[in-house]
């Protein structure tokens, strides 16, 4: 098999590895699409928290099924996409039907080798139906369940305001389910290029550039003085979590869907007074894969718009460095293998 493999950070090699051969449970999937998301980014910057090199990167993916691995209602040719989470199973977390933040989890392409190749072997019990989505929806469910978790963590209710720090493929993932819930979704980012993509293809009635120095009474004013109930971070950036703080209303809650190395500090007066909640947002269910799944085969999200660039495998190599660089206009580059 072909196999894209990270050495170091800011490196790539191509390399050749025999195709595995399934365990007993384990089901073969051939690649088809691999959403690059941020955590591929920081990993190839070197700046991914958990993670160990050399690593083959990709988990978005979606592929034909070889081999069903006895998963049962399945069968070998359909399009699928699975959970790339493989928890341990006996863990506090798994025992309470957490397998999201398990103990001892391996993430498919961080912890373990993942989908840059063309077969790969996973739990058949992780496997996810196609449902007669396309190979790029299936390979984008992935990164719009850890939006879908992230609205549930933060128990959106109808009509109320939430803010969404980072407008990059998670974050408007956020928007869309956000939206879903019934929320009123504030977008907030530095790239006007992504806030208009907000605007126009999600449909977000309020979006504010976090570089203008009135963003607290923009939001004032937009939330009749009660700033917004939810603020959810999909940024994984030190100053715009930190910043994030003031915006958060009385009795509000404040949920970190990004990932950063460095600590987190804030007033405690100013966070007690409001009796606000913090909470992270880890990975995803399969609740929130089937929530995603549903909501795509129903139209209320379309995440094909997302992709703005697509490579073949054979060009990731040449290709990646670029996606780096805000200015390419990249939200979702998706790689075509086959």
């Known amino acids: ?80 996409t699975f959970i790339p989470y493989f928890n341990c199973g006996h863990c506090i977390a798994c025992r309470r039907g957490l397998p999201n933040c398990c103990a001892s989890i391996q993430v498919f392409g961080v912890h373990a080798d993942g989908g840059m190749t063309d077969v790969v072997a996973v739990p058949a019990d992780k496997l996810v139906h196609g449902e007669g989505l396309s190979y790029d929806e299936l390979a984008l469910v992935e990164p719009l369940a850890i939006g879908a978790h992230g609205v549930r963590r933060a128990a959106v209710e109808p009509g109320e305001f939430v803010l969404v720090v980072g407008a990059g493929p998670i974050g408007l993932g956020v928007m869309e389910f956000a939206r879903i819930a019934g929320a009123r979704v504030i977008a907030l980012d530095v790239n006007a290029q992504r806030l208009a993509f907000c605007q126009e293809k999600l449909g977000v009635a309020h979006t504010l550039n976090a570089l203008a120095p009135d963003v607290a009474a923009q939001l004032a004013e937009i939330t009749q003085g009660d700033m917004p109930t939810v603020v959810i971070d999909a940024t994984g950036s030190q100053k715009a979590i930190l910043g994030a703080f003031s915006y958060l209303a009385h009795g509000g809650r404040f949920v970190l869907v990004g990932l950063q190395k460095g600590d987190i500090s804030f007033s405690h007066p100013e966070f007690h007074k409001r009796e606000a909640t913090l909470m992270s947002s880890r990975n995803a269910t399969r609740a929130d894969f089937e929530h995603v799944v549903h909501s795509m085969k129903q139209g209320l999200v379309q995440p094909t718009t997302y992709i703005t660039h697509r490579v073949q495998f054979e060009a990731v190599k040449t290709e990646f460095a670029q996606w780096l660089d805000p200015a390419t206009g990249v939200i979702k580059a998706m790689v075509e293998l086959g």
């Open 1 to 80: 098999m072909n196999t894209l493999v990270c050495t170091e950070p800011g490196h790539f090699h191509y390399e050749s590895r025999p195709a595995p051969l399934p365990a007993p449970g384990q089901a073969l999937i051939r690649i088809r699409r691999v959403g690059i998301c941020g955590t591929d980014l920081h990993a190839f910057q070197g700046t991914q928290p958990f993670f160990s090199y050399p690593r083959v990167l990709g988990h978005e993916l979606a592929g034909e099924l070889l081999d069903t691995g006895g998963a049962e209602g399945f069968a070998v040719g359909e399009a699928v």
